[in-house]
């Protein structure tokens, strides 16, 4: 019974390391960097499995009086790669990397590789490359390139430089002349350039130490500049004239269309009617002013006299007969009488229509005279001439006859 249960247990070793003596180690330990970022990885062509990776310093498998501490990197993953930058290792230390596969419980063998950051990371192009014309030259400023933590890397690499390529653009591909220029400045300046021509740059870095050299950027293209000519001082002021005139037209027409707006909005062309532009203050005004009793009296009317009718006389011709006795003719064809004083009736009336007649105002007979009709015109114009050397005597009410001499 003893004897059966030793065969079975010494068979179950024997095919346990069959099958660890079967998985294959893990193959090509590669380390990709850039500068300080690291990533190990590997190759495993087999089943699904989990991978292990430690690390330790190479100093410490040296020593033989403390046995040596591995750190763990990665536990049980299923990639095939392991990121090392969130380790922070010395950049000028050696650390020894190690990895094993576990398949099902099952793992293999560890496979070991060496890596040193100074020797061994890769040296990454300037982080930014930029252009600037400084007259028939071209400036250039270069940014270093940067670790995991966005330090340059000439702390790392005291002695980087950078090489610099540039060539005159064109057409012809096979014509092209690159030129060279080294130095470990920021700021390079390409000299002996022509004036308004295209040039094209590309910067790598360079550390000689263990000739590392970086990739270069990409290509940037600029034109230098030069003396600018007389005929494009004159086109650039020109069309700088021509501008401001334009901006000054259209300001001008914009604020006139808002004046005409907005007087047509608050002021528009609404006249007043005829009675009421009298109270105005001036002739087309729409404003209407104050009127006081004392001054604008005279404003509102003309000056007007009003005086009273004047009687108009009438001269009554009788019929033609033999003139009395003690008449004489006159010379102007009218008979007068010899004596004044009598009553007889001279033939003149007032048409009044009054007992007595008022002697008409010397500043009204005109106007009496002017309206007057009647078919005696031609007789009350006589009259009217006779005025100035004439007497008129007013009689009683009773008798209405008004005698006249001359």
């Not at 003893?2 to 079967?22: I, K, P, R």
């Not at 003309?302 to 009718?309: A, G, M, S």
């Not at 007068?336 to 033939?347: A, I, K, T």
């Amino acid at each position: 019974m003893s004897a059966a249960l030793y065969s079975s247990l010494l068979l179950c070793f024997l095919q346990t390391n069959a099958v660890g003596a079967e998985l294959k180690l893990p193959e090509n330990l590669t380390m990709i960097t850039m500068n300080t970022n690291y990533t190990l990885s590997w190759d495993w062509d087999q089943s699904a499995a989990n991978f292990t990776t430690q690390y330790v310093a190479k100093y410490q498998l040296n020593t033989k009086k403390k046995i040596p501490v591995w750190s763990t990197a990665c536990q049980n993953t299923s990639r095939r790669s392991c990121d090392l930058t969130k380790l922070k290792l010395f950049f000028l230390g050696i650390y020894v990397l190690r990895v094993r596969a576990n398949v099902n419980g099952h793992v293999s063998a560890w496979v070991q590789k060496v890596f040193c950051p100074d020797q061994d990371a890769a040296l990454g192009p300037p982080s930014k490359v930029s252009l600037s014309p400084a007259g028939s030259d071209l400036e250039i400023v270069i940014s270093d390139p940067l670790t995991s933590t966005n330090n340059s890397m000439k702390e790392n690499h005291p002695d980087l430089y950078y090489h610099i390529l540039y060539w005159e653009r064109s057409l012809d591909t096979q014509a092209l002349r690159t030129q060279s220029l080294s130095s470990n400045a920021n700021i390079v300046a390409l000299p002996d350039l022509k004036a308004w021509t295209w040039y094209c740059v590309s910067v790598q870095s360079c550390y000689d130490f263990y000739n590392k050299k970086s990739s270069f950027t990409s290509t940037l293209c600029m034109q230098t500049e030069g003396a600018t000519p007389w005929w494009q001082i004159f086109g650039y002021f020109l069309v700088s004239l021509v501008i401001c005139f334009l901006a000054m037209l259209l300001s001008l027409c914009s604020s006139f269309w808002c004046y005409k707006t907005v007087k047509a909005t608050l002021f528009p062309v609404v006249h007043l009617p005829t009675p009421f532009q009298y109270f105005c203050d001036s002739t087309g005004s729409d404003f209407p002013r104050l009127l006081t009793p004392d001054s604008d009296s005279e404003l509102l009317c003309d000056k007007v006299t009003v005086c009273p009718v004047s009687p108009v006389l009438e001269i009554h011709i009788p019929l033609p007969e033999a003139p009395p006795s003690g008449l004489e003719p006159d010379g102007s064809g009218r008979h007068s009488r010899q004596d004044s004083g009598g009553s007889g009736d001279s033939g003149v009336y007032s048409t009044g229509g009054s007992s007595s007649l008022r002697q008409p105002d010397s500043s009204c007979s005109s106007m009496g005279a002017q309206v007057s009709q009647g078919p005696f015109d031609l007789e009350q114009l006589k009259m009217k001439d006779m005025a100035s050397g004439l007497k008129t005597q007013l009689v009683s009410a009773d008798e209405g006859v008004v005698d006249m001499c001359v």
